[in-house]
């Protein structure tokens, strides 16, 4: 017999910054007010917003990141990234960017040229995930997540779909590799929806209302929110009231300590140094 993990908190009313000219976004959660939601560190969500077209693509130029990873959802327009190792791509409409940092990364997050001539509405997600500390100093890796590869489910009678990007829903796998056991779930709700969603018992639970208004466990939530689940207990139920966009994030807690500065997040104090120093000499590359 499930049982509800119950609401433990709602965040509401987050202030809207830029990052960058390219990227306005509402920080759900950061690493900076305690390590809460461990393992996931940061949610930034950016959007729905309108850019004119413009002369050059806007974003954020060459910064590093060491020791954990970083989960990019675009759900409309089109982004391009360019990294220390030669890589570079663009992350279109329904794709993921899943980028392992690990011992480190110099890259830049920029709208893709043709968006930036075009215009348009951006909304993106970006999810940062941390990393054991056995594996904080693994070799960097990409995983293009492309919008066709990502499973979609039909829940609470076809009013509801689920995309599993990382993890599993109702044996549909997502295409994620991921280190540490995480659900990462893209819903989209229409008016009246309404499911019983099984969640891991033990795992951290978020539910981010991106758009429209939910009612969970008949409490009501409005876009946009970030709802915070009890470990404990194995459901939750999810009624919506009007059409809403959410998303769902599971993860087991890795349990260690975290020290971070801006884009590094570490285990102790001397590991930051350390990146800063690593950083600063060159040892995480550089853009050509
Ligand atoms: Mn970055």
Redesign the pocket.
Known sequence: MPTKKAIRQIIADIPQHWVGDGFPVRSLFSYSGGNRFDPFLLLDYAGPHRFEPAEAPRG?GE?P?RGFE?VTIVYQGELEHRDSSGSRGSIGSGDVQW?TAASGVV???FHSERFARDGGTLEMV?LWVNLPARDKMSAPRYQSLLSAEIPSVAVADGAATVRVIAGDFQGAAGPAQTFTPINVWDMQLAEAADAEVELPEGHTALVIVQSGAVRLNDQAVQAVELVELERAGTSVRMTAEAPARVLVLTGEPIGEPVVGQG?FVMNTREEISRAIDDFRQGRMGRLD
């Open positions: 954020v910064h990141h970083t980028m890259h830049e997050e970006q884009p």
